[in-house]
């Protein structure tokens, strides 16, 4: 049975190196026919300064006991940002540092509370896998259609694969995909044997060619901050930012919360958002006529509103 962390460090280093020209690496720009884009096998050795039969076992997964010397300077000739360089460690790194899957995580009261008193922003924990572990009202409102998911299943990239509303929610979804299915590698790099990552991503791949495409590119990356553009169902578009960080003492979990800019246009159907989530009653949107204090013309019911 093949190993599935040497098939990813293959297939991540055959990757990295097809988007490197030879003019970018600083060789000459006639060396021969090239029958693929970017650098050759013995190119690579060449530049990191180790022989083409070492890199070529070390690409098939064949070499035990690597040197952090020779992946640093593959990692240099490939030109990895610091999560991809992490990731070609966690491949190439002895068996034993990879785990078969993370524990399951048990999120502590406090933890829960302080979710809870997060009332005017979306914001939610997730586990590995990007597992939903916990999320607040305002978060379960925000994330149209995730409520259709089975409770065992609710996991923010089937969410985002299997739920139309997703689609409709993120306005860049998938610039949103990429990053997310990115995230989902970079745990597959230090979980190679995870069973639960692999009946997720064998579900997806067969379900939705975007994310089987997506997820061919053994693209890595590592969420932190940002900001997203959405079109939500119940209150139109919003900007938000986002902040992702580990719980001290619970490494395993990642709280993400969103922000918004106070007093702009997305802080006011946020508010609305808030309100809806609350009372069940859709409120006026701004710039919404809504004469003698009554419901704007036209505004979602609340029992019919996705």
Known sequence: MSDPAANDLREFLRTRRARISPQDAGLPASMGVRRVPGLRR?????????????????????????????????????????????????????????????????????????????????????????????????????????DSLPTGQRNMVRYLFTVDAARELYEDWASTARKIVAELRRYAGGHPHDPKLADLVGDLAVRDPDFRQLWAEHDVYL???????????????????????????????????????????????????THWTATGEAAPRPGDDAPDGGAAHGAADPGTAP
């Open 42 to 146: 013995e190119e690579v050795a060449l530049l990191a300064g180790v022989s083409a039969e070492y890199y070529e076992r070390l690409e098939r997964g064949r070499t035990k006991n690597v040197s952090a010397a020779v992946l640093d300077a593959v990692a240099r000739v490939l030109r990895l940002d610091p999560a991809e360089r992490e990731h070609l460690f966690a491949l190439a790194g002895p068996a034993r540092t990879r785990s078969a899957a993370a524990p399951v995580p048990r999120l502590r009261p406090g933890l829960r509370r302080a979710l809870d008193l997060m009332t005017d922003v979306p914001a939610l924990v997730l586990g590995p896998r990007q597992d939903l572990v916990a999320i607040n009202p305002l978060g379960a409102a925000f994330y149209a259609g995730l």
């Open 223 to 273: 969420r932190e901050h940002g900001s997203k553009r959405y079109h939500h169902p119940v209150v139109g578009p919003l900007e938000l930012g986002y902040e992702a960080f580990a719980p001290v003492g619970q490494p395993e979990l990642v709280l993400g919360m969103h922000t918004v800019e106070p007093h702009s246009p997305s802080a006011e159907a946020l508010a609305l958002l």
